[in-house]
């Protein structure tokens, strides 16, 4: 199994301020077939099912506004919230979906300072 | 408007049985790889399960923590998955979604969630 690391736990940021967020995976999740990193990252607010931000690890899902971006290949990526809104304070979780299981990492915690 | 509405969740006892079922609508369910991922409170999120499409030969997997004791089924003709649960744990207790794993027009992640159904394992 392809095992997600993220880091950090939590993390407070002020308002307007950037919020940084890293996955490892164990394995690249690159695929040589179509040089797609299979990997997304959700928002999950509290008392809510999560929401699809990112896929291909720097596509943002449709809606998604624009201070929310993906980057990085293989097996290091980051989540960036450029400049920080209250709605933002969530729980962001990376996953893989390259191979079977699909796993997910621990979760980031992002709060206001 | 896209809807995936889980039902059936509930308190059961350490050995016991439940069935969840998650209702599509909005969607080509047919067409769907349907995919079941719980969250036991205050954790992180732990799939589960997926179902293909008849496409794909209704081909399922399962974590290695529920295999031999859930088994995941559709009716496309309801636009429902199910998640049977049988011999449940204590560590089964969670939040189960059902959510769509979207694959055209290549995969990309789960893009239609539920908003879950709670299930209780305990004596």
């Known amino acids: 199994d392809i095992v997600m690391t993220q880091s950090p736990d939590s993390l407070a940021v002020s308002l307007g301020e950037k919020a940084t967020i890293n996955c490892k995976s164990s394995q690249s999740v690159l695929s040589s077939s179509d040089s797609k990193n299979y990997l997304a990252w959700y928002q999950q607010k509290q008392g809510q099912p999560p929401k699809l931000l990112i896929y291909?690890?720097?596509t943002r899902e449709s809606g998604v506004p624009d201070r929310f971006s993906g980057s990085g290949s293989g097996t290091d990526f980051t989540l960036t919230i450029s400049s920080l809104q209250a709605e933002d304070v969530a729980v962001y979780y990376c996953q893989q979906y390259y191979s079977t299981p699909n796993t997910f990492g621990g979760g980031t915690k992002v709060e206001i300072k | 408007e896209v809807q995936l509405v889980e039902s059936g969740g509930g308190l059961v006892q350490p050995g016991g049985s439940l069935k969840l079922s998650c209702a599509a609508s909005?969607?080509?369910?047919?067409?769907?790889?349907m995919h079941w991922v719980r969250q036991a409170s205050g954790k992180g999120l732990e799939w589960v399960g997926r179902i293909r499409s008849k496409l794909n030969n209704y081909a399922t997997a399962y974590a290695a923590s529920v295999k031999g004791r859930f088994t995941i089924s559709r009716d496309d003709s309801k636009s429902t998955t199910y998640l049977q649960m049988n011999s449940l744990k204590t560590e089964d207790t969670a939040v189960y979604y059902c959510t769509r794993f979207n694959v055209i027009p290549a995969a990309i992640g789960y893009d239609y969630w539920g908003q879950g159904t709670l299930v209780t394992v305990s004596s």
């Open positions: 291909w690890a720097s």
């Open positions: 909005g969607f080509t369910f047919s067409g769907s790889a």
